[in-house]
């Protein structure tokens, strides 16, 4: 029987750490896309940025070359970058004339004067500086020219990418990222291994926008972006975490159920086996005093007669008290109304007294310090309760002589019944479940006691019924004792 239960145990718990493994999965899965797509955008906005710095020293060079030129009238002049964002080589400088004809002056950092004939035919053929005409005509063109291009070459040389620009541009563009950590700028050599993993969490793309250092590229280093990939996939990570946590209450409660029904299943099983045994050792003894009666002429001897019936009785009284439990069981006591009178308190336990404190080999003491000679209660359902109690007392108690000691006494809301016994005690992990209906405790010494798991449980419902309650204090070797209060303002 317990194989099965335990497969199925095992099935449902492997189905949760299945389930768990791929919900943890997913939300790692969602978590890496979000910090992917985050590098993605921060790159976009790194060329963005780098391209807007570009284009601020571009403006700054065509208002130099307009005044170099000196005659703003006659020029219009503007520029353009050749070449991919990440490998500008060039600007081309654009010159338009009074006429609207349109040329282009390119300058190559470090080969300008390889360009000389771009730059004479823009000045010459144009015309745009008068001064250079008529220099030409005496011959001094190329001083000019080639002056201009050393000027414009030293300029643009003062015009390498600037890192504080580039810097607030960025910092502009990546304002709105949540959780983002502030990043380093730096120029690297263009053949050098990125930076990556040795110095930092995240590199941007290194760009190369630097028109006069062709061999470098400039590049922003982040040390650590799970922060802000956390925070974008925050909705996705949050709705994980609950359908995770969601998926666990809800395996939990099934585990639960099941661990219930298995509970239930062998309690049945218990119940089964305990009910013939306490039905079968009666119903025997009963035969065999009928027998005794048909065949062996006993009706003849008074003396055995007496004492047949009155084995018979007990026996009768016994299935009674057993079939009162099975039958309480099954009814909710919550629902009986007590039937309450004043009864005195004295002569109850008296007739408690009398019941158990002349049974062979077992000590019984009452001690009464409730001074009020009646109390208010359903006799029968405290009686029932009581008897539950010390029987209990007695038959789990593995001492010579077993001791039950009753003490009465009186508190705040009435009065406080405590039946205290020098049994073995119940483990604590088991206290809290000994009321429950059909609950035994499954120690294997104990269960050599046979019970239906009633007991408790019915004195608990008595108890309540009366408006009191049942507290249970035991340590394992010291003993149990039960306390029973009972309120008198209420029913008195
Ligand atoms: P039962 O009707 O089978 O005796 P109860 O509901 O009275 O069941 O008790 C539940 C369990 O609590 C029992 O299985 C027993 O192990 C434990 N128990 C109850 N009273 C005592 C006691 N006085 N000393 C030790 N164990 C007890």
New binding site residues.
């Given amino acids: 029987m317990k194989w099965p239960q335990n497969i199925t145990t095992l099935a449902v718990v492997g189905a949760l750490l299945g389930t768990l493994a791929l919900q943890v999965y997913l939300i790692s899965q969602e978590y890496h896309t979000r910090a992917i797509r985050l590098k993605v955008d921060l790159n976009e906005r790194f060329l963005e940025a780098v391209q807007e710095e570009k284009e601020i020293r571009v403006d700054s060079a065509v208002n130099w070359f307009e005044f170099i030129l000196g005659n703003e009238d006659l020029v219009e002049l503007w520029a353009d970058t050749i070449g991919s964002p990440y490998e500008a080589t060039r600007i081309v400088y654009h010159l338009r004339d009074s006429t609207g004809e349109r040329s282009s002056v390119s300058f190559v950092s470090d080969t300008i004067t390889d360009h000389f004939p771009e730059i004479d035919q823009a000045y010459i053929r144009r015309r745009l500086l008068i001064q250079a005409r008529s220099d030409t005509e005496e011959g001094t063109l190329f001083y000019y020219t080639d002056l201009l291009a050393h000027l414009m070459q030293e300029h643009l040389s003062s015009m390498m990418t600037n890192l504080d620009t580039l810097r607030k541009i960025y910092t502009d563009r990546v304002n709105s990222y949540r959780g983002l950590p502030e990043f380093g700028l730096n120029f690297i050599p263009l053949d050098s291994i990125p930076l990556s993993q040795a110095h930092a969490g995240f590199v941007t793309l290194a760009h190369r926008s630097e028109l006069l250092r062709p061999k470098w590229k400039v590049q922003a280093t982040y040390n650590s972006l799970w922060k802000a990939a956390f925070w974008r996939a925050r909705y996705a990570v949050l709705g994980g975490s609950i359908s995770l946590l969601l998926t666990v209450g809800v395996f939990l409660v099934m585990l639960r159920t099941l661990r219930t029904q298995q509970r239930l299943a062998r309690m049945k099983d218990e119940f089964i086996d305990?009910t013939s045994h306490e039905l079968q050792t009666p119903i025997a003894t009963l035969m065999a005093i009928h027998e005794g009666f048909e065949k062996y002429a006993v009706l003849e001897d008074r003396e055995k007669t007496q004492r047949y019936l009155k084995t018979a009785k007990g026996q009768v009284q016994r299935l009674a008290r057993l079939a009162d439990?099975v039958l309480r069981g099954a009814q909710n006591l919550q629902a009986t109304t007590p039937h309450t009178k004043a009864i005195q308190w004295n002569d109850f336990l008296a007739e408690l007294e009398l019941a158990y404190g002349h049974m062979e080999k077992v000590r019984f003491m009452v001690r009464n310090q409730y001074s009020p000679s009646t109390i208010i209660t359903d006799p029968q359902l405290l009686r029932q309760a009581l008897d539950?109690?010390i029987?209990?007392?007695i038959?789990?108690?593995d001492k010579e002589v077993p001791e039950v000691q009753m003490t009465c006494s009186e508190n705040k809301s009435g009065v406080q019944i405590k039946?205290s016994?020098n049994?073995?005690?119940?483990p604590e992990e088991?206290q809290a479940r000994?009321?429950?209906k059909?609950?035994?405790?499954?120690?294997a010494g104990?269960?050599n006691?046979?019970?239906?798991?009633?007991?408790?449980?019915?004195?608990k419902q008595a108890i309540e019924s009366l408006g009191g309650q049942v507290a249970l204090h035991?340590t394992t070797d010291s003993?149990?004792s039960?306390t029973l209060t009972l309120p008198q303002n209420e029913h008195a």
Avoid: A, C, W
């Fill in positions: 305990n439990q539950n109690l029987d209990n007392g038959k789990y108690n039946i016994d049994g073995p005690g119940i088991e000994v009321f429950e059909f609950y035994r405790v499954s120690e104990t269960h006691v046979k019970g239906f798991g009633m007991g408790l449980y019915l004195v035991s003993g149990t039960f």
